[in-house]
């Protein structure tokens, strides 16, 4: 038996791969939009991963560094490096910033580190090109990701600094290229203020006679350069000792430094469960909402398909072909527009996939679910024309 | 070879609804068409030669009467066969008004799909369809889609497609409308010797005035009766 719906489809074969190629976009932004989800997922993962903490020790009640603001002092890290089951503890602060890169903006997540700790927590995890940060004011390290290049100049704050390190695939949960400079510059950059700023805070604590009282000599002083001062940072992330419990060394800190402390887990359930929570619903709606439009479409291309062969349909009927072949040709026409579309939206996500500013990672496995979906969506959406072409009465084949 | 009977029709009656809105469309039809015989089916609009076709074509269920295919009763009461599909794929060709070839099949196929259906193999089913083409003299059009057949070939492929399965019984629904005179009378030649060479019963409904006097019977159907007249059996010879 030949196979009529291949012989449909040959005979338009235009009209055919215009339709699959329309629909094979929609596939294709359907796989992107699930990308889109992966890649923020990923990019959580990696900001994880690269940090090279197995501990984060962030400020009481909060969600700190990543999800919410957090500030501990910066001297922290030494007893938390001194203690049991500790390898290593290092600083870090994080700004998401406008950074400038000659005349234009570049969204960055500046993250200052201490300088010559080339295998310390926080730190870039490799580099492709240059080297790590060795001095400590004014160079930087930057994910390749924000466009700059060996050498060049980064503005940050008030303050420029030369490019001396490439990395790659450091980023920020959101996304963002990581730029990491010295610590003490981040703290600066994080925690500076303007000079109007400063100079209204000097004249307010001078007018403070609780500040300034006559009798005592250097009071004003010291109350004006401790307000001066950045001894804050972020976080203190925490490498473990081999062997070491993690929940335990947590448990740990938690007791006699009276800080929050996160293991890897619970920073991964923050990140995915609170940080990206909302996005993954919104793209889930998306995700949704396509798919009800591709079933619509296909739904309605394949009834139009039927609607044009209802005569042929008679015909066939009533020269005693089964049901079974008719519903076999409609189920088969509805198939084939189901791979030609998916394999052009494949084709297509992967193209654009990597055109994207934020980073789409299309997945095998989302492929497979994506294709066996598009699959049960083509022979959902051929329902309606199998129903009308079942309907179909022979006789409409014959005479008035 | 059907070598049968051709068709009987005995007391055939068709009703539409019940209770007093029931409109019998057939009252009493009564043919009997031989093997290798074409007999006209004429009468005015609205007199039931649809609705006859549509009881002889096992389309629509009659309310009364007797149909025999060769020796088989198909209907006496009830039908008799199950398979109406297979009855009307293995028993009776169909030859439309418009050709209704199925556009995506080029003329072997079109032919073909009927013993394919049947369940013979492709290539059987394909000589097949070529031995009626060339029988047909549209052998030189075999691979040629519908699109690109004049009107006279469509039609000359339709009837291949109607004798595909050898059936003993042809129906043929006003087939010469839309040809002129020369090709209205190319198809009744056709049909001739198509039933003859096939053993073919072929009933022929008609308006066509051209053709009307080609038959040697004619079947005259009126409120539902039919009667039977005798042709004139005119030459469709080109003279």
Same mark, same amino acid.
């Given at each position: 038996m030949i196979s009529l719906a291949g012989r449909d489809i040959l005979h338009g074969w235009g009209k055919f791969v215009l339709t699959g190629f329309g629909l094979g976009l929609l596939i294709g932004v359907t796989l992107t939009m699930g990308g889109v989800y992966r890649g923020m997922v990923d990019d959580a993962r990696v900001l994880l991963d690269n940090s090279g903490a197995d501990l984060w020790v962030v400020q009481q009640d909060t969600l700190g560094p990543y999800a919410e603001s957090s500030s501990i002092y910066d001297d922290l890290w030494r007893s938390v490096a001194g203690m049991k089951g500790v390898e290593a503890a290092a600083n870090v602060t994080y700004l998401t910033t406008q950074i400038r890169r000659g005349e234009e903006d570049v969204r960055a997540m500046v993250v200052g580190v201490e300088p010559g700790v080339l295998s310390g927590p926080g730190q870039p995890r490799y580099l492709v090109a240059g080297r790590h940060i060795t001095r400590s004011h004014y160079e930087a390290v930057a994910d390749e990701a924000s466009g700059f290049r060996l050498g060049d100049s980064i503005g940050i704050r008030r303050n420029s600094y030369r490019v001396v390190g490439i990395t790659r695939r450091m980023v920020s949960s959101g996304g963002d290229p990581m730029v990491f400079i010295p610590l003490k510059d981040a703290q600066e950059a994080q925690f500076l203020k303007d000079n109007d700023f400063i100079l209204q805070q000097r004249r307010r604590t001078e007018a403070n006679p609780s500040l300034n009282r006559p009798g005592i000599p250097g009071l004003l002083e010291s109350v004006l350069a401790s307000q001066t001062g950045n001894s804050t940072v972020n976080a203190v992330l925490v490498r473990l000792a081999p062997g070491a419990d993690p929940e335990e060394t947590a448990e740990h800190i938690r007791r006699w430094k009276r800080h929050e402390v996160y293991t890897r887990e619970q920073m991964e359930e923050i990140l995915l469960g609170k940080l990206i929570a909302t996005s993954s619903r919104q793209i889930g709606m998306f995700l949704v909402i396509l798919a009800i439009v591709s079933a619509a479409i296909v739904a309605f291309i394949i009834y139009t398909l039927t609607m044009g062969k209802i005569r042929e349909i008679a015909v066939l009927k009533l020269i005693g072909t089964k049901n079974r072949t008719?519903?076999?040709?409609?189920?088969?026409?509805?198939?084939?527009?189901?791979?030609?579309?998916?394999?052009?939206?494949?084709?297509?996500?992967?193209?654009?996939?990597?055109?994207?500013?934020?980073?789409v990672l299309l997945e095998g496995r989302d492929s497979v679910a994506g294709f066996i979906a598009v699959m049960i969506m083509c022979v959902a959406s051929s329902v309606l024309a199998i129903r009308m072409a079942l309907k179909v009465d022979p006789a409409e084949a014959i005479g008035g | 070879?059907?070598?049968?009977?051709?068709?009987?029709?005995?007391?055939?009656?068709?009703?539409?609804?019940?209770?007093?809105?029931?409109?019998?469309?057939?009252?009493?039809?009564?043919?009997?068409?031989?093997?290798?015989?074409?007999?006209?089916?004429?009468?005015?609009?609205?007199?039931?030669?649809?609705?006859?076709?549509?009881?002889?074509?096992?389309?629509?269920?009659?309310?009364?009467?007797?149909?025999?295919?060769?020796?088989?009763?198909?209907?006496?009461?009830?039908?008799?066969?199950?398979?109406?599909?297979?009855?009307?794929?293995?028993?009776?060709?169909? %030859?439309?008004? +418009?050709?209704?070839?199925?556009?995506? @099949? =080029?003329?072997?196929?079109?032919? $073909?799909?009927?013993?394919? &259906?049947?369940?013979?193999?492709?290539?059987?089913?394909?000589?097949?369809?070529?031995?009626?083409?060339?029988?047909?003299?549209?052998?030189?059009?075999?691979?040629?889609?519908?699109?690109?057949?004049?009107?006279?070939?469509?039609?000359?492929?339709?009837?291949?497609?109607?004798?595909?399965?050898?059936?003993? %019984?042809?129906? +043929?629904?006003?087939?010469?409308?839309? @040809? =002129?005179?020369?090709?209205?009378? $190319?198809?009744?030649?056709? &049909?001739?010797?198509?039933?003859?060479?096939?053993?073919?019963?072929?009933?022929?409904v008609t308006h066509d005035e051209k053709i009307i006097p080609t038959f040697r019977r004619i079947y005259r159907i009126r409120d539902g009766k039919t009667e039977e007249e005798a042709g004139e059996g005119r030459s469709t010879e080109p003279t």
């Open positions: 008719i519903v076999g040709m409609i189920l088969q026409q509805a198939l084939g527009l189901g791979v030609l579309g998916f394999m052009i939206g494949k084709i297509s996500a992967t193209i654009w996939a990597p055109i994207f500013p934020k980073y | 070879m059907s070598g049968g009977k051709g068709i009987t029709v005995e007391g055939l009656k068709k009703r539409y609804g019940s209770g007093e809105t029931a409109v019998d469309a057939l009252k009493e039809v009564n043919m009997v068409v031989a093997p290798g015989e074409v007999v006209g089916l004429i009468g005015p609009s609205g007199s039931g030669k649809t609705t006859l076709l549509k009881c002889l074509g096992a389309v629509i269920e009659p309310t009364a009467g007797k149909m025999t295919i060769g020796d088989n009763v198909i209907y006496e009461e009830k039908w008799k066969i199950k398979d109406l599909r297979a009855l009307r794929r293995d028993k009776i060709g169909f %030859v439309f008004q +418009a050709p209704y070839l199925i556009p995506f @099949l =080029d003329a072997t196929d079109n032919v $073909a799909l009927l013993p394919m &259906l049947a369940g013979k193999p492709n290539g059987e089913a394909r000589d097949r369809a070529r031995e009626l083409l060339d029988a047909l003299d549209v052998a030189h059009r075999a691979r040629a889609m519908p699109s690109e057949l004049s009107g006279g070939e469509q039609q000359r492929v339709s009837i291949a497609r109607a004798l595909a399965n050898q059936p003993p %019984v042809i129906l +043929a629904d006003e087939p010469t409308a839309p @040809l =002129d005179s020369e090709r209205a009378m $190319a198809v009744i030649r056709i &049909l001739n010797s198509m039933a003859k060479q096939y053993e073919a019963a072929i009933i022929v």
